[in-house]
Structures are given as C-alpha cells and as structure tokens.
C-alpha cells in the first residue's frame, strides 16, 4: 500500500487558488482562464511533469439581472492593476483538464465545479465549492524497467488492463476580501482503490488536505505590499507538508516571491500583468534535501487570461448626454433668475 504524495504540487498555489480548491473561484468580478506547466529534476530520466488548463467565471443567478462581470482595464494600460476581490452573493462554475506524469506512471483528469458565495461580514465573503470529474491512471509498459522479467503480479495486471478511470470529488472553503485569503480543500475524497479491469491492489488513491492562507500589508500609501503566504498539506500516514514565504507586490501590477517548503526546497519567482488582459507567473525551486543531486531544480510557468464584461458604449454616450442637458438646464435656471 502506498500513502506518498499523490496529488499535484506548485509553489505558486497563490497565482491560481482554484487548482486546488474548487470553492476559489469568482472572487474577482472578472474571468479567468489560466494554463501552466511544472517540470521537476529537469536531469533525471522520466521525470514528474505537470500541465494544466483552467477556467473559471461568475455566472448570474436564475432570479437575477445584474451584470456580475465589471468592465475591465477600460484605459487598455499595458501593464494594468489585477482586479480585486469583492463582496457579495455570487455563483460560480469552472473547470480544469490536468496532466501528471512521472517515470511510466500517468494521470488525466477533468473537473467541472460550481460554488456559491456570499457575505460572512460586512468586509469579509465566505465561499463553498465543489468539484466532480474523471481521472484515468494508466502505465505505460515501455517506461517500465522488470528486475525479473517473469514478475507473475505485474504481468498478471497488464493482461487485465494498464488503465483504470475513476469518479473523483473535491471540495473546498474560502474566506477572503480584498487584503487576505484561507482557504480549506480537499482532494480524492472518494479514496478509491487502485484496480485494474477488477483486479484489486492493496494501494488507494487517498485523500489530500490543504490550507492556505495569506494577508497582504501595504506600504508607502500601497504603491508596495508584502503578503505572507502559508501553506499546509496532509495525506493519511504521510509526515505534514508546509510552505512558507511571502510576495512582494508592486501596486497590484507584479510581484516577486520567495518560498521554503520544510525540509525540501526553496523557491523563488515573479509575476506580471501585461498585454491589457495577460497574466506570466514563473518559479524556480531548488531542493535542499538529500535528493537536491538528482536534479537541477524545478521549473514552474503560468499564463493567465482575464477579461471582463464589454464596455457598454450606448450607455456612456446616453450617461453623457443626461449629464450634458442637465448642465443646460442648469445654465438656463440661472439665466432666467
């Protein structure tokens, strides 16, 4: 049986909170759509390599009327500030399609979620996801390396199948305004067995914990920020993971961070708004275990794509006019006194 870690790792979980937890999505009034890689120990053969795509957006209630999308960076600056989170009642659906692959071992998966928001205080939103999907896991023969080629287990399993598909669940809890963000998820909660085509192993897909925090403090009248970021994980029988470190913000245009997961790694990366709707977040993470002369780092890039609702010309120009015969009204109210 096996209980290491089987779920996804990047040290940028801030970039993008919704990869891990269903319920952080929507926070923003804008939508977003993100793609990002990681590749680990870049020297070592067969090494873990992740890719993802993800989407997520608010959507407006049955009942409702009101637009839940702003518009977005109206001035179309180059490097523009990030929208902040808001408060209030809000509905939201994402999805992501993910790849994990490490030595002959692989992972797909898709994920469609739906979460609901709303006021915990007046300055502060509480938020609950869900997410339902499929992953398939799969070996792929010609990376396996046999000891003994007469092995009767694995023989006897790949006769069966070298795939197996599966229903998976997540879930998650957010809490945040403009300035901090915690977050509770997780993962596999189904905790389903590894079997092929009905032949059972001893070792199961278990259940993975995160939590997530971190509060931003702004300085010199908030042209710079410092936001500490702490970030916990557990699976049954596997010792507690944590990271933490912190970014440094330039207004809400970019960052640079710096990272220690215990006893593992340290990290370090930048992020930029640029092209008007464009987000680029990259890390480099050097290990500082013994495994550190393994590999030469690993490398982590994310391109984010936000937007907004279109700028509403009509309503501006009809805005103006009002305003523009007021003003004549007004003129003329004071001509005849």
Sequence with gaps: ????????????????????????????????????????????????????????????????????????????KSIYNSPQRTIGLKHIVGGKVLSDVIGPFARTGFMGSYA?????????NVGLGIG??????????????????????YLSYMGASNRQSMVDVQSGLV???????FGLSGSQLLKNKAQFKGIETESRFERHWYAVGSYRFDLAKQKFGIEPVVIVKKTVASPLSYDVGARFHYYNMGWISLGYRGNAALSAGFGFNVLRQFRLAYAFEMGVSGLRSYGNGSHEIQLGFVFGRKRNMEKEFK???????????DELKIGTN
């Design 175 to 181: 809490f945040y305004n403009h300035k901090f963000y």
């Design 1 to 76: 049986m096996f209980f290491a870690q089987q779920d996804i790792q990047f040290s940028q979980a801030l970039s993008n909170p919704y990869l891990f937890n269903p319920g952080a999505g929507g926070m923003s009034n804008v939508a977003e759509f993100n793609i990002g890689t990681r590749a680990q120990w870049l020297s070592v053969e067969g090494k873990p390599m992740t890719y993802y795509v993800s989407g997520q957006s608010q959507i407006r209630g049955k009942k409702s009327k009101k637009t839940v999308l702003d518009e977005f960076n109206l001035e179309h």
């Design 319 to 329: 805005e103006q006019e009002k305003e523009h015969q007021q003003q004549l009204d």
């Design 116 to 124: 609901i928001h709303m006021p915990f205080t007046k300055k502060v």
């Design 132 to 153: 339902l999907g499929m992953n398939s896991f799969s070996i792929n023969e010609n990376k396996v390396t046999l000891i003994d080629q007469n092995d009767g287990a």
